[in-house]
T-cell receptor
Framework: DAGITQSPRHKVTETGTPVTLRCHQT?????MYWYRQDPGHGLRLIHY???????DKGEVSDGYSVSRSKTEDFLLTLESATSSQTSVYFC??????????????FGSGTRLTVV | QQQVKQSPQSLIVQKGGISIINCAYE??????FPWYQQFPGKGPALLIA?????SEKKEGRFTISFNKSAKQFSLHIMDSQPGDSATYFC???????????FGTGTRLKVLA
């Protein structure tokens, strides 16, 4: 998927444990995003990054933190996983595709189950 | 805060029929409207997109109809095929920003 790799693809974890999801890109894009996908809610933005060490919150950021120490890697951490964080997580990059317009490319997702 | 409302939530269409998915938005600053297609186990992928200076865009069997005054846009899939069975998301974007606003998705099933 356009040089975006998410790991792991599947994970089951216990409530209260920390979890880190990784997104790796080979495209050298500046903007990266983490979304979660849930039935009835579509895709909701958790956090995004506009450069190394530059990140900002999305609409559902509570309980999540991110880090970006290198252009190619964007990490999403659940500090203390809860059952409400059971979801499919997608990483995306965006690139300029026209005047002021950006196009998104998504990774294949990580299915996280918190038991 | 739902700025893009998508309907229906699910849709079943016979092979060869027309699938229609609708989206409505509120923010008049949006100026780019893409549709994404997602197959099970995959990430969403760009299908077709439109800017508000045109009322229709067609790519093969897929057409976006855009009504700027009503703040609505829709995806039409002509001659729907079982291979079109997927989840479809509309989205909206404002030039100069960096975030899409997505609709809640429509699960389409095309019966053979």
């Amino acid at each position: 998927d356009a040089g975006i790799t998410q790991s792991p693809r599947h994970k089951v974890t216990e409530t209260g444990t920390p979890v880190t999801l990784r997104c790796h890109q080979t495209e050298n894009h500046r903007y990266m995003y983490w979304y979660r996908q849930d039935p009835g809610h579509g895709l909701r933005l958790i956090h995004y990054s506009y450069g190394v060490k530059d990140t900002d919150k999305g609409e559902v950021s509570d309980g999540y933190s991110v880090s970006r120490s290198k252009t190619e890697d964007f990490l999403l951490t659940l500090e203390s996983a809860t059952s409400s964080q059971t979801s499919v997580y997608f990483c995306a990059i965006s690139e300029s595709i026209g005047t002021g317009v950006r196009g998104y490319t998504f990774g294949s997702g990580t299915r996280l189950t918190v038991v | 805060q739902q700025q893009v409302k998508q309907s229906p939530q699910s849709l079943i269409v016979q092979k060869g029929g027309i699938s229609i998915i609708n989206c409505a938005y509120e923010n008049t600053a949006f100026d780019y409207f893409p549709w994404y297609q997602q197959f099970p186990g995959k990430g969403p992928a760009l299908l077709i997109a439109i800017r508000p200076d045109v009322s229709e865009k067609k790519e093969g069997r897929f057409t976006i109809s855009f009504n700027k005054s009503a703040k609505q846009f829709s995806l039409h899939i002509m001659d729907s095929q079982p291979g079109d069975s997927a989840t479809y998301f509309c989205a909206a974007f404002t030039s100069g920003t960096y975030k899409y606003i997505f609709g809640t998705g429509t699960r389409l099933k095309v019966l053979a």
